[in-house]
C-alpha cells in the first residue's frame, strides 16, 4: 500500500493542532483563560461598561469557541481513530472473536442496534450463570497477575 506523504503545511498544522489541543486542556490554559476574563471584568469601570467593552469579550470569546470546536474535533477523530485500530487488532488477534465488528464503526445505526441486542442478550445470559462477585474477584485479579508473570 503506498503512502501519501504529507506537504509541509499538513504537517506543520498537524503538530501545531496536537500541541494546542494538548495546551488547551492544562491549568494553565484555564488560569490564562480565567485571568483574561478577570482583567476584562476589571476593565470595565476604565471604559465605563460601554457597548464596545462588551463586544470585546463577545468577539473574542466568539472567535476562540468557533476555531475550539474544530481543534477539539480534529482531536476527537483522531483519538476515536486510533481507539478502532486498536481494538480491531485485539479482534484481528483473538481466535474467538468475531471478524465481522473489525470496522464496525462504519455499519449503519440500525445494524448496530441489531448487534446491540445480540450482545445484551449475551450479557443476560452470562449473568443467570455467573456471579459478577466472583467472575471478578481480587482472588481471579492475583490469579490472572501470577499467570502473566510466570508466562513470561
Known sequence: MARKSKSSNEIFFEKF???LSRFSGTTTAFV???SIIVI??????FFGFSEVWQL??????????????????RAQNKDSLSIQLKLNEIIASISGASNKLVDIEDI???????????????????????DIKVSHSIEEAESRHKRKVTSK
Open 17 to 19: 493542532a496536537l500541541k
Open 56 to 73: 470585546v469579550i463577545n468577539t473574542c470569546t466568539t472567535i476562540v469557541t468557533f476555531l475550539m470546536v474544530f481543534l477539539i474535533q
Open 108 to 130: 449503519s445505526e440500525r445494524d448496530l442496534l441489531i448487534l446491540k441486542k445480540h450482545y445484551q442478550k449475551l450479557s443476560q445470559l452470562f449473568e443467570k450463570d455467573y
Open 32 to 34: 490564562i483563560a480565567f
Open 40 to 45: 476584562w471584568a476589571a476593565s470595565g469601570k
